[in-house]
Each structure stands twice: as structure tokens, then as C-alpha cells.
């Protein structure tokens, strides 16, 4: 079965990992989410979609740590939970993919992905890091995603492609221990071949059974590889179904807003209508 036959066969629903019940969210008197249920599987692509200012940076701010909500409930495996900081959280877990990703330009492949958690040899002070064992781990992974391209571990990571970095990233948080990876618009700043590989990146993890949330405005990307969908508007969830339930066409009106769309046509034909000679 190919990748593709694979993302189209139904597949059993696991307990969702992550839920988040009737989410809430204020900063002193700005409302930044309001309500917002959403169920997190293992397995599947939980796609959030939205607009600039939709709310989709407080949600995943909320999964990982950084904020907690004014009220509502977040359970992981069924038992509620709330994470002080972005470390409780990857420690039950989470991890989070920013768009930059967080590697670092001037080192190496190898050293990147252990910075913080390097694998050592030897004791006391001739205690020191075993590059060895860094540069086969880190490759090792990075293949396991499919990106045979990067074939030494000590090359620069300013030197990868966009898609590479992700491959980097997303591997290194699989390595780690991430049940729920979430990947905070890892599409936006990528030409079209490169956000090809990192939409396979996700079919791939899909598969390996984690959860993966893809933060995103491009309705196309996400309905390529998404299992379930909610969109946000003005800090509310809008909407959510699961793949094949919404055309893109619904999806991308949505998106936009509709009623708001309708209204910016009628004022662009008033505007036009200026300018037409009268008869």
C-alpha cells in the first residue's frame, strides 16, 4: 500500500491523547480564545486552521506550556493536567516545532540534534561528547523520515534546505520522546517542492502512531494531509470535521469568512459604480 492509499484507508480511532475542553483564554480585557473544544488522536493530523489573529498561537501556547488558560479543562490520556512551562509539557510528551525551528545555522547536523542532551563518553574530567555516537544517531533518524539527502552529520545546518531543517526538528523531537508533535506553520516560508517534503515529513509521522497538530492558514496543505480540522475565527472554534466532510471550496470560504467576503464584493461594485459613467 502506497503512502497516499494509506492516508485514504479508514483507519481505527484511538482515545484521543490530548483534549481540550471548553478553552479560555484572556489577556486583561482582550477575549484571545473563547470555548474551544478540540480532541487530539494518536495517529492522525489534527489540523488547526485560521487567519492572522485567529487564535491558533494562544491555542498551541496552551498545548505546550507557555500560557494556561483563564478556565476550561486540558486532560492528557484522559486526566486533567495543566503545564507550568514548556519543559513539564515535553517531558509528558509535547513538543513543539516553531516555523524557524529552532536550529542553529553555524553547527553542525549532529550537534544540533543533541544541544542540551549530548550523548558523552568517558568520566570525570575526561568526560566529553561522543560525536560518533551523535553523528550515526542523528542520521540514523533524520533518514528514518525519508531525507536520504543529508549524508553528513557534520555539515553545517545553514546549509540544509527548509526542508531538511524540518526533517531535523521533527526527528529530533521523535527521538526525544514526543507523543504530540505540534508544528507551529512549518509551510509558510518554503517554496513548493520543499513544503512537498515536509507535508511527506508528516504522512511519515502520522504513521509511526503520533499525534500531530499542523498549525496553518494554507487550506490546500492541510487538506493534503490532514484526519481532522478545526478552524478558528476571532478566537472561537468556527468549525471542525474530519476529512472528506468539507469541499475546499467550504473550507477556503470559511477560512476567510464567507458573510465578510459577501460584504467586500457588494462595497468593491459600489466602488466601481463610481466610476462608471451614467448612461
Not at 141 to 152: N, T
Amino acid at each position: 500500500m502506497t503512502e497516499h492509499q494509506a492516508s485514504e484507508h479508514v483507519h481505527e480511532v484511538l482515545p484521543p491523547i490530548l483534549e481540550l475542553q471548553s478553552i479560555t483564554k484572556r489577556f486583561d480585557n482582550v477575549l484571545a480564545l473563547h470555548d474551544v473544544s478540540m480532541q487530539i488522536n494518536p495517529g492522525e493530523v489534527h489540523c488547526l486552521l485560521g487567519d492572522n489573529g485567529a487564535g491558533k498561537s494562544t491555542l498551541i501556547k496552551i498545548f505546550s506550556g507557555v500560557h494556561q488558560q483563564t478556565s476550561g479543562n486540558m486532560c492528557l490520556e484522559g486526566a486533567s493536567i495543566s503545564f507550568a512551562n514548556p519543559r513539564e509539557a515535553r517531558d509528558r510528551g509535547i513538543a513543539t516545532v516553531h516555523q524557524g525551528t529552532g536550529v542553529l545555522p553555524l553547527m553542525s547536523v549532529a550537534r544540533n540534534f543533541f544541544v542540551g542532551s549530548e550523548p558523552t563518553r568517558g568520566k570525570g574530567v575526561l568526560r566529553r561528547m561522543d560525536m560518533a555516537e551523535a553523528r550515526r544517531v542523528s542520521l540514523e533518524q533524520i533518514q528514518a523520515l525519508g531525507i536520504r539527502r543529508v549524508e553528513d552529520a557534520d555539515q553545517l545546518v545553514g546549509t540544509l534546505s527548509g526542508g531538511e531543517r524540518q526533517a531535523l526538528a521533527i526527528s529530533r523531537a521523535l527521538y526525544f520522546g514526543a507523543r504530540v508533535l505540534i508544528l507551529d506553520e512549518p509551510t509558510a516560508a518554503l517554496g513548493v517542492r520543499e513544503a512537498q517534503t515536509v507535508l511527506k515529513l508528516i504522512r511519515r509521522v502520522r504513521h509511526r502512531g503520533v499525534a500531530v497538530v499542523l498549525v496553518t492558514h494554507n487550506a490546500y496543505h492541510a487538506l493534503a494531509v490532514g484526519d481532522r480540522f478545526t478552524i478558528l475565527i476571532h478566537g472561537e472554534a468556527a468549525d471542525s470535521f474530519v476529512q472528506g466532510e468539507r469541499t475546499r471550496e467550504e473550507v477556503l470560504n470559511l477560512m476567510a469568512g464567507g458573510e465578510e467576503l459577501e460584504d467586500l464584493q457588494l462595497e468593491l461594485e459600489e466602488i466601481d459604480a463610481e466610476f462608471t459613467p451614467s448612461a
